[in-house]
């Protein structure tokens, strides 16, 4: 743990990022607002403002505009950052695969909230999930402190040569974003040194022109792509390195794409991501008091697809209950459909893995619906019925969604 | 000019672009980045690996090259690249129609870019659709029977109306005089605009030797006139002086018979066409 000046304040989840856009020294932002993500824009103004950050905001007139700038500055060889939520995010969709295609290191934090209609400003993750294949490393903290140091990590990853590519760094809107709670602060030489010089794969330079984008024969798309496909399998490794050297210094880490939470003698497992595992973890806590050996896994990269972590913490996991704030409508969750992908490249043959989809809309999820729908997929499974149940909980409702 | 614009580009036989863009790389000695949104050009500049232009090329998303040219050249200015010009090269519908939004947001920033709307009437790129930009009563594919129904949206008055320290309008047949207003961009630091004439012998069907004939008979014939707007005053250029100051016109026909994008035009058009130019040329008169 760093010695020097710990500081310590009560912040909310958007100026959390704030602070670690703030401590990685971006010197190009560009936002446009929308609630919930608001709130960082305006800290980052005033940190620029007031002369604590020195960046230039670039106040665009729309989302769409506001990563198109982002990507310019980031080109031009400034490390840039934006944010956005919802509506603002879909609209921007058309330049997250421009921004990854590219292999421009980016960080965007997406502070989630459902998407319209009907008017709706709460959170689940539809918005997040539908930039599931733009290319872009996709994370998601827990709370307000991971949120903060997962930003520093996220400029340090995209950087990295074996990856340049964009990351996104997720987290509930007014769950997290407008919710306030201790924050510690890395110190700000060490931030520095952490995140390190600006890297990227190339820049726009008078003297050796460069021309970005031209036309290709299809062979060339196909090379690229691939290319960015190999780079996302390098985070694997690059996350987990990054987060120990994090963990070192700053004396905070968190594992690697995931977080366990007493996985190891666990019989059953949970899979959780976002704010709403910190109430899951607490029904892990009252089921394992009642005697129940129950596990929970944390996705905290969404993609890469932490296809190990799934295998080694829920293969032998007799019974699994995947949560998703999202859909896919007429399939799945998008986190089941990676947890069972993942297990069948174990082994074709796997234990029961149920998927419950849930906090549609910001409907709110408590200890109490944890632990309830754990303790209803328990008396099925000793009964006997060892299928696979999709279900829509909804007001205390199990809505079977099962495709059979 | 042939140090920055290479020969071997894939420009369809009387293409104006290229003409535009050698003035281009001529006037800034090729120290410029162009920002360039889907249009003929995303075409013409060659297929990956090879590139037919010796200057920085940033291919962009149809609506947003007005914002990519603004985190850029901040970025470039963090640098200490201020010399560099960034440039966008963007054709009507990339400014006019899906672009607008961008343009204006950078404009009313008064960011430090040069915006060049190389103006060929139509969406040529997808093949020959029409845009706000097409003029009134042209075919265009559509716009298949009667002609666009409505008037050319002219987008430099809406650049005036943004109060932004230079806005100009060009014409590939008069070089010089695009070279003159990107050297008198140059000079001025801010959010620059030159709307740039640029016939299409495909989309406007004509024969491909007579693009810079059509270009030069827009002038001459009143429908497009060549001016400079800076410090609250507008100045009409060298080619339009005629049409304006002295009244040395040549009729309509000369222009509209030389297109079979007319072809279908019967004397009423012409006389709206007519109309629409005299009041063009009545407006620029009221701010001399």
């Known amino acids: ?404 | 000019m042939r140090e920055h614009v290479l020969p071997g580009d894939a420009a369809c036989p009387g293409c104006p672009i290229p003409i535009g863009l050698k003035t281009v790389a001529a006037a800034f000695n090729g120290n410029a980045v162009l920002v360039i949104p889907a249009c003929c050009t995303s075409v013409v500049v060659g297929t990956y690996p090879y590139s037919s232009l010796k200057m920085n090329i940033v291919h962009t998303p149809f609506a947003s090259s007005a914002s990519v040219a603004s985190g850029l050249r901040e970025a470039l200015k963090q640098r200490g690249l201020e010399d560099t010009q960034v440039i966008v090269w963007a054709g009507d519908g990339g400014t006019a129609d899906i672009g607008m939004a961008s343009l204006s947001g950078a404009a009313e920033r008064n960011e430090d870019i040069i915006y060049i709307m190389y103006d060929n009437e139509a969406y040529m790129n997808t093949g020959i659709q029409r845009s706000s930009s097409t003029p009134i009563k042209a075919w265009t594919t559509t716009t298949p029977v009667y002609g666009k129904s409505e008037p050319k949206k002219d987008v430099a008055r809406i650049m005036i109306a943004h109060n932004v320290p230079y806005v100009a309008t060009a014409s590939i047949a008069y070089p010089q005089d695009l070279y003159q207003k990107l050297k008198k961009a140059q000079e001025i630091r801010g959010f620059r605009f030159i709307q740039l004439h640029s016939p299409c012998p495909v989309g406007w069907r004509f024969d491909a030797s007579k693009t810079v004939e059509v270009a030069r008979l827009a002038v001459e014939t009143g429908m497009w006139i060549l001016y400079e707007y800076f410090d609250n005053k507008l100045r009409v250029s060298g080619p339009s002086m005629p049409v304006i100051k002295e009244g040395k016109i040549k009729p309509i026909e000369d222009y509209i018979k030389i297109q079979r994008r007319f072809s279908n035009i019967n004397g009423e058009g012409i006389l709206e066409i007519q109309r629409m130019r005299d009041n063009n040329i009545e407006w620029i008169k009221k701010l001399l």
């Not at chain 1, 769409?64 to 879909?90: D, I, M, N, V």
């Not at chain 1, 991971?146 to 340049?164: G, H, M, N, R, W």
């Open chain 1, 1 to 404: 743990m760093s010695s020097k000046n710990i500081n310590k304040k009560v912040l909310s989840g958007n100026h959390s990022v704030a602070y670690g856009v703030k401590l990685s020294k971006a010197s190009v932002i560009s936002a446009y607002p929308i609630t919930p993500q608001t709130a960082i824009i305006e800290k980052l103004s005033e940190f620029v403002e007031r002369g604590e950050l020195k960046a230039r905001i670039i106040k665009v007139e729309s989302e769409h505009s506001a990563l198109a700038a982002t990507f310019g500055a980031a080109l031009g060889g400034a490390r840039a950052f934006t944010a956005t939520s919802s509506h603002g995010l879909l609209y921007m969709h058309e330049w997250l695969h421009w921004v990854s295609r590219s292999r421009i290191p980016v960080v965007m934090a997406i502070v989630t909230r459902t998407i319209g209609l009907p008017w709706n400003i709460w959170p689940d993750h539809s918005d997040y999930m539908d930039q599931r294949d733009t290319g872009w490393i996709m994370t998601f903290g827990m709370d307000n402190q991971e949120v903060l140091d997962l930003t520093l990590q996220a400029f340090k990853l995209s950087e990295d040569p074996d990856i340049y590519l964009p990351v996104i760094v997720g987290l509930e809107g007014f769950v997290l974003g407008g919710t306030y709670m201790p924050v510690i602060l890395p110190d700000e030489r060490e931030a520095e040194d952490f995140v390190g010089e600006r890297a990227q794969p190339y820049t726009i330079d008078p003297k050796n022109p460069i021309a970005i984008g031209n036309m290709t024969l299809p062979e060339g798309t196909e090379e690229m792509f691939m290319d960015m496909q190999k780079s996302m399998m390098n985070v694997y490794k690059k996350a987990k390195e990054i987060d120990s050297e994090y963990g070192k210094i700053f004396g905070r880490s968190y594992g690697g794409l995931t977080a366990c939470y007493k996985c190891e003698d666990a019989k059953y497992m949970m899979v959780t991501m976002g704010a709403w595992s910190g109430d899951a973890i607490e029904a892990v806590n009252v089921l394992r008091s009642e005697g129940y050996p129950v596990g929970l896994l944390r996705v905290r990269y969404f993609r890469p697809m932490p296809t190990e972590d799934y295998k080694k913490y829920l293969f032998n996991s007799k019974m699994t209950i995947v949560f998703d704030r999202s859909i896919s409508y007429g399939s799945t969750g998008s986190i089941y459909q990676d947890v069972i992908s993942s297990l069948h490249l174990a082994s074709s043959k796997i234990n029961v893995v149920h998927n419950v989809i849930a906090g549609i809309g910001g409907v709110d999820m408590t200890l109490k619906d944890f632990y309830e729908i754990f303790r209803s997929f328990l008396k099925q499974y000793e009964s006997g019925d060892e299928s696979n149940k999709v279900v829509w909980y909804h007001k205390g409702v199990m809505n079977n969604f099962s495709f059979e």
